[in-house]
């Protein structure tokens, strides 16, 4: 699997953006500097693709989402700095790779295009799930090609198996890939915290870094429902999907990072991929 040079977990919160965090960037400072090194080791990697998903695209309740559009863009303006943009080509080729190996896994995959996007009336706008993470990559040197899924609400190990998914449909192109799972974690550390407090956010997500830096997707199934529940989270879902991606592969984790000072929690973590197990 020479082909998946990196893979990582990103949060996505639009303070990382210096134009729209300003002043707040400072407290973030462990995240904003670990995803600046995650980035610039993704880079160095010299990939053609980035695969990224995020929980924030069009999410359905039946399957995962895949933008079919020839270039993908979007912007911060949404939150008060619109010159603050992304550009993107689209890997149409590892699109179809993907489509293939999800109807042969069985997984319920729903191609964005603009008809779609328009029937249901949804913008083919880069995400901020997807932009933040990304705008650490352009800045690291990134000029690629892109892959843009959503999650969908599916089943934990149905997310895992689209992950397993993605791997072969990688394994089938000739060019150099990165796979980045976009996810905060619990949004209920403080009493503050934009979805209120639960004192069971800080153990959730003790577990679930402690699983993404073992790259252990029994500790991620054995999770508590009820915890899970308490979290408030959005990244559990891209969790199980990077550890698809990186199911049966030798992956060492080469950066971590943690920390929650707005009472959501930013969890970096990136691997090198040195083959299968």
Same mark, same amino acid.
Request: proline residues 5%.
């Given at each position: 699997?020479?082909n998946l040079?990196?893979?990582?977990?990103?949060p996505?919160?639009?303070?990382m953006?210096?134009?729209?965090?300003?002043?707040?960037?400072?407290?973030?400072?462990?995240?904003?500097?670990?995803?600046?090194?995650?980035?610039? &080791?993704?880079?160095?990697?010299?990939?053609?693709t980035v695969?990224?998903i995020?929980p924030?695209?069009?999410?359905? /309740?039946?399957?995962v989402?895949?933008?079919?559009?020839?270039? +993908?863009?979007?912007?911060?303006a949404?939150?008060?700095?619109?010159?603050?943009?992304l550009?993107?080509?689209?890997d149409?080729?590892?699109?179809?790779?993907?489509?293939?190996?999800?109807?042969?896994?069985?997984?319920?995959l729903?191609?964005?295009?603009?008809?779609? !996007?328009?029937?249901?009336?949804?913008?083919?706008q880069?995400?901020?799930?997807?932009?933040?993470?990304?705008?650490?990559?352009?800045?690291?040197?990134?000029?690629?090609?892109?892959?843009? +899924?959503?999650?969908?609400? @599916?089943?934990?190990?149905?997310?895992y198996?689209?992950?397993k998914a993605?791997?072969?449909?990688?394994?089938?192109?000739?060019?150099?890939?990165?796979?980045?799972?976009?996810?905060?974690?619990?949004?209920?550390?403080?009493?503050?915290?934009?979805?209120?407090?639960?004192p069971?956010?800080?153990?959730f997500?003790?577990?679930?870094? !402690?699983?993404?830096e073992?790259?252990?997707v029994?500790?991620?199934l054995? @999770?508590?429902?009820?915890?899970? /529940?308490?979290?408030?989270?959005?990244? +559990?879902?891209?969790?199980?999907?990077?550890?698809?991606? &990186?199911?049966?592969?030798?992956? /060492?984790?080469?950066?971590?990072?943690? /920390?929650?000072p707005?009472?959501?929690?930013? !969890?970096?973590?990136?691997?090198?991929?040195?083959?299968?197990?």
């Amino acid at each position: 699997m020479d082909n998946l040079v990196g893979c990582a977990f990103m949060p996505h919160p639009p303070l990382m953006i210096p134009e729209v965090g300003k002043e707040e960037l400072a407290r973030i400072k462990e995240t904003v500097e670990a995803a600046v090194r995650v980035s610039e &080791m993704l880079k160095e990697a010299n990939p053609q693709t980035v695969v990224i998903i995020t929980p924030h695209g069009p999410v359905f /309740e039946d399957a995962v989402t895949v933008s079919i559009h020839p270039r +993908l863009r979007g912007s911060m303006a949404q939150f008060d700095a619109p010159d603050v943009t992304l550009g993107f080509e689209t890997d149409n080729l590892l699109i179809k790779h993907i489509i293939r190996n999800s109807q042969r896994l069985g997984i319920n995959l729903n191609e964005l295009t603009d008809a779609v !996007a328009k029937n249901y009336r949804i913008s083919l706008q880069l995400d901020h799930g997807a932009f933040v993470p990304l705008y650490y990559l352009a800045k690291a040197g990134f000029k690629g090609q892109i892959v843009h +899924l959503s999650i969908g609400m @599916l089943a934990y190990e149905e997310m895992y198996t689209f992950g397993k998914a993605v791997q072969a449909a990688i394994s089938h192109m000739d060019k150099r890939v990165v796979v980045i799972a976009s996810g905060d974690l619990s949004h209920r550390l403080t009493p503050d915290a934009p979805a209120g407090y639960s004192p069971k956010g800080a153990e959730f997500d003790r577990q679930l870094v !402690a699983a993404l830096e073992n790259a252990d997707v029994k500790a991620l199934l054995n @999770l508590d429902e009820n915890l899970i /529940e308490e979290a408030g989270q959005c990244g +559990l879902r891209p969790a199980f999907f990077l550890m698809g991606v &990186m199911g049966g592969l030798d992956a /060492e984790k080469v950066v971590s990072s943690y /920390e929650g000072p707005f009472g959501v929690g930013y !969890a970096v973590v990136a691997y090198k991929i040195k083959g299968k197990k």
